[in-house]
């Protein structure tokens, strides 16, 4: 899962490259997981969030993702670093003056908002048909951007009452994740929003295409390489249905669908999926540099740009690897195995905050795996709170005693001490030393 049912199985957080796991069971040894027969149902899960792992590394949609809070946080930093006052007022107010407030409303129509369905809509529905909208987003120097929007109307199956949604990226990639993990666990369910709503749609707005589940994880995979995913979903979809393209009989024929006989839009200009690909990539590795720029975090850097770098050579070298992970119940492929050796995994928790990672083999060993989650919790603090969630982890996990009573109420007090936590390290580093958040009513 990606943003939702955080409290059931797992999560994985885009921008953030951290997998969650819903157990106290111990998971620091995922490999010796993986081996044991009695937790196929536990490595399901994370295999399911793994996915969602790579899937940000290795699609246009994931890497643009993967930016969107580094930059939020860098506009905050900057409108505080930019006065000269002691003290800025939380929660933080979002602007266009850096086209935060344009980025954030992109993100959210890009994405689509099928995880706000209610409960009412949990389990079973039955899709009824889509309607084209569109969005349009104002930048700081006033000129509108149109993005098509495809809202999915649909019935309850058991009472028939009707709801409807916005289709994104969200499930196309959630339907990657359930038909792969079904496939390892059979016993898996999921609601049919956002997990099965992808196959829905296709079984009605295009019966010829064929229904094998994975030329549909194909066909979703291929989708996520563009800027708005569902645009080009549902344009594939009416190619085929126009005649224009025939019904695709293999996963390349799919792939092909996509990328040949669909064009590409970035900033008005049609561009190739390689030239849009790589301008998202370049752009999120500036990004990373620019946050780590002290020598405490090179090594930390050095093995996101690895994950990063691995992840577009995976796309590249291997465009339908998405098709190929897993064999059968309980078995990966081989190509599934070498991704996991050669990449590794990015860092990972269980509910009591203890977990690790399991580095690609030939791979910067990160002194904090987990500094991306540092970044999450400087943006809280920008956010209005007042307390660090790592506290738990830093007790447990950090040599030294480097917690203490601030960790929970005033965590920027943490500069001052003689030994900085991670928190402090990037408070410092980020030039806020002396700046002190002061909540305010909203």
Known sequence: MTDIELETRGHYKPGFLHIFINTDEDITDINGLALNPDKRQLFSTFLHEYIHFIQEITTISGVLSSGHYINMIRDFNWAVRSTDKKEFTVPAQITNENNMSANMKIRKLLRGDADFISNEFQGMVRYDSYTEEKGTVVDRDGKERTIKLFKVHFNNSTTYQSGSFYFGSLCLKEYVTHTLQTIYYPETSHDDIPYIITELIIRKECPSFPADPMLIVALC???LMSFNPAEIFFKALSKINEGSSSAPGSVAEVYDLVYKGLGFVDEGEIVTM??????????????????????????????????????????????????????????????????????????????????????????????????LLVFQQVLQIYGGSNSCSLYTFCDRT??????????K??????????ELCPFAQLWKTWGLTDKTPVRVSV
């Open 409 to 418: 109420t005033a965590p920027w007090e943490k500069v001052k001490e003689p």
């Open 274 to 371: 390689q030239e849009l690909y790589d301008k998202m990539f370049n752009n999120t590795i500036k990004q990373l540099e620019n946050s780590m720029k002290a020598e405490i975090f090179a090594k930390n850097l050095k093995w996101l740009k690895q994950i990063f770098e691995l992840g577009r050579e995976l796309r590249m070298t291997t465009p339908y690897f998405m098709t190929d992970l897993v064999k059968g119940p309980s078995v990966l492929t081989g190509l599934c195995l070498t991704i996991f050796k050669r990449i590794g995994t990015p860092f990972y928790t269980n509910n009591q905050m203890l977990g690790g990672i399991a580095p690609g083999e030939d791979m910067t060993i990160p002194d904090q795996p987990y500094l």
């Open 221 to 223: 995979d291929a989708c």
């Open 398 to 407: 950090t040599s030294g005693k480097i917690t203490s009573a601030e960790c």
